[in-house]
């Protein structure tokens, strides 16, 4: 295995390090920056722009220009640019692409491997994005971990005694609190908190706005109504706010900023660091709630913290630093470059596994790794999809549970069939066990609920249970890891899974679509025959008209064959009995 890039592929930045001479370095971008703006923009010219160069062209494309993008992870969002149907993964992808050029014009070679970091409150679907833009950026993904836990790896705290840390994390868009346990080299996260719409743009904002302010107040003109003006005093707001957590007063100066009667205004204003303060104090007051809940929730107080970890560039303003303290009765730690620590957690983590024995700023130790699971475990579920449950690379022992229902009306046994693989459909996988649970209490589609746990014991042995909550019934089966894949198939699937990857998305789209249609139409059936005295019938006539459509369409459709056209008429159809049958079932509740 070659060197192993970290990434962190943040909401607003981006950033990379690489270990080299045991020690993390930050890769720097084309342009000399130790982070990347996470935006991607499409020019009318057809070109791709990222990082820096898309961000100065903003103000002047905002239609086609992306930032943000990490809010959309794991969701159904897509972009249309020029037809090109573009997806949270597909645009996230091209920040990476960017952040592997650097880094191959760093180390002058190619870059294949890297770990990349996502928030711990990150869901499966959400994780599985941003590996799937990984692999799109032609990267191969060794490994997902948490942020938090790879801040705590930057700072060499996955060693000696037995911790809880508090890691902070205020960063441009988004402000993340997590507790976590460092114990025997594990480190387990107990407690995330935040408040996904709190960063330093909001700081950027109230500086924007008290400039336009003032200026109304002098000249009488309005900038906020001209995009090109107000582009430039949002970017002189950020530089202003930056200068400030070091200097007491900033002179903030614009020049030919608008014009008044043909004569250019100039815009110059000093803030201090006192009225900065003034002018943000409730959004640093709005960062306390957050830190007590992950306090509650770890069940612990302040006072049993070892650290508080500083992470995100926003932490570098003193107020806010002030607020820590208050909160945590703790120097918070911030030797390290609160914007660059958990990209080095990444790289660090990312030599371990690339094979590198001295993994730690704290030359000679080593990192505890424990077993992973080579290949994600699911079972399948209606449409012949794969439904995860554990996912690759997930440390054993491990334990999990999902909650599923019939999508078949009164069924009353349900087959579990356990797979491995990384694709989505499960004929795709290998089936390394399957049982019935019977005895289910007969119940229309989507009331029972069967409870699903796979448990992973230290010697790899799978024990997966289902048990039917009503009743209580439940089934199991123990699966060792001779059952399961080799390492030849495990690469095998691996490449199949690459070389599938875009059609298996609309394979697994079209799945979940049918299974969402079948829902609805039991739904739609139950709405008619509740609301039967009622309801007109020209209403019912064309409500029938649009089920039975859908009915029949999803019927002749076999996901594991489906195309991007099939999916389109699916959705089609969808929408119309969405529509017809909208009111039908606000007035019935169903
Ligand atoms: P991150 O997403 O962690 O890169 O954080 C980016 C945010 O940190 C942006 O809102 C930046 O304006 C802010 N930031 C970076 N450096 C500083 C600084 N020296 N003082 C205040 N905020 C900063």
């Not at 449950?389 to 356990?418: C, D, H, M, Q, W």
């Not at 076999?558 to 909208?582: F, I, M, Q, Y």
Request: a neutral charge; aromatic letters at 4%; glycine letters at 8%.
């Amino acid at each position: 295995m070659g060197k192993v890039i970290g990434i962190d592929l943040g909401t607003t930045n981006s950033c990379a390090a690489i270990v080299e001479n045991d020690q993390p370095v930050i890769i720097p971008n084309s342009v000399g920056g130790r982070t990347t703006p996470s935006i991607v923009a499409f020019t009318k010219l057809g070109e791709i722009l990222t990082g820096d160069t898309a961000r100065r062209q903003l103000a002047t494309n905002p239609k086609r220009t992306f930032s943000s993008i990490k809010r959309q992870m794991g969701s159904t969002w897509t972009a249309n640019v020029d037809g090109r149907k573009l997806n949270p993964q597909m645009i996230s992808a091209y920040i990476l692409m960017q952040l592997k050029k650097d880094a191959e014009a760093f180390t002058g070679g190619p870059v294949t491997d890297a770990v990349i970091t996502v928030p711990a409150y990150f869901t499966d679907a959400q994780r599985q994005a941003t590996k799937d833009a990984g692999r799109i950026a032609g990267l191969n993904v060794l490994r997902i971990i948490n942020e938090p836990t790879s801040a705590a790896l930057s700072y060499g705290l996955d060693h000696g005694e037995s911790t809880k840390v508090m890691v902070y994390d205020l960063g441009g868009g988004t402000f993340d609190v997590s507790v976590i346990e460092i114990e025997d080299g594990v480190i387990t996260v107990l407690a995330t908190s935040g408040d996904n719409h709190l960063g330093g743009d909001d700081f950027d904002a109230r500086i924007a706005d008290w400039m336009v302010s003032e200026f109304r107040t002098a000249s009488h003109v309005d900038l906020s109504k001209d995009p090109v003006a107000y582009g430039r005093i949002k970017e002189a707001a950020e530089a202003a706010k930056k200068e400030l957590s070091t200097a007491d007063t900033t002179n903030i100066n614009l020049p030919f900023i608008a014009m008044n009667r043909q004569e250019p205004l100039h815009l110059d204003m000093n803030l201090s660091r006192a009225k900065f303060e003034a002018l943000t104090a409730d959004l640093v007051e709005r960062t306390a709630g957050p830190v007590n809940n992950a306090l509650r929730d770890a069940g612990i107080s302040a006072s049993a913290l070892s650290r508080v970890l500083l992470v995100g560039g926003s932490t570098r303003m003193p107020a806010v630093q002030k607020k820590v303290r208050a909160l945590t009765g703790k120097e918070p730690s911030r030797n390290i470059n609160p914007d660059e620590c958990v990209a080095m957690g990444a790289a660090i983590m990312g030599s371990t596994l690339g094979g590198n024995a001295i993994i730690s700023r704290e030359a000679g130790k080593s990192l505890l790794l424990l077993d992973v699971t080579p290949m994600s475990l699911s079972i399948e579920t209606m449409g012949g999809m794969a439904t995860r449950l554990i996912e690759r690379n997930t440390t054993i022992p491990t334990r999990y549970s999902k909650v599923f229902t019939t999508v078949g009306p009164y069924a009353s046994t349900v087959e579990i069939n356990v797979l491995q693989g990384e694709r989505p459909m499960a004929r795709d996988n290998r089936s390394i066990g399957r049982f019935f649970l019977r005895g289910i209490r007969r119940a229309p589609a989507g009331v029972p609920q069967i409870e699903v746990t796979f448990d992973i014991d230290a010697n790899g042995i799978l024990k997966v249970s289902a048990r039917d909550l009503d009743t209580g019934k439940s089934q199991s089966v123990t699966i060792t890891a001779d059952d399961r894949m080799s390492e030849a198939e495990i690469e095998q699937a691996m490449r199949d899974a690459q070389m599938n990857m875009g059609v298996d998305m609309v394979k697994r789209e079209t799945a979940e679509l049918s299974n969402e249609c079948r829902v609805l139409g039991e739904r739609v059936d139950r709405a008619l025959h509740a609301d039967r005295k009622n309801i007109s019938r020209e209403e019912k006539k064309r409500i029938r008209e649009d089920r039975n459509a859908l009915e029949k369409l999803v019927r002749s459709i076999k996901p594991e064959n489906a195309t991007e056209d099939v999916l389109a008429r699916l959705k089609e159809a969808k929408a119309v009995l969405d529509a017809s049958a909208g009111d039908l079932l606000a007035r019935t509740g169903m």
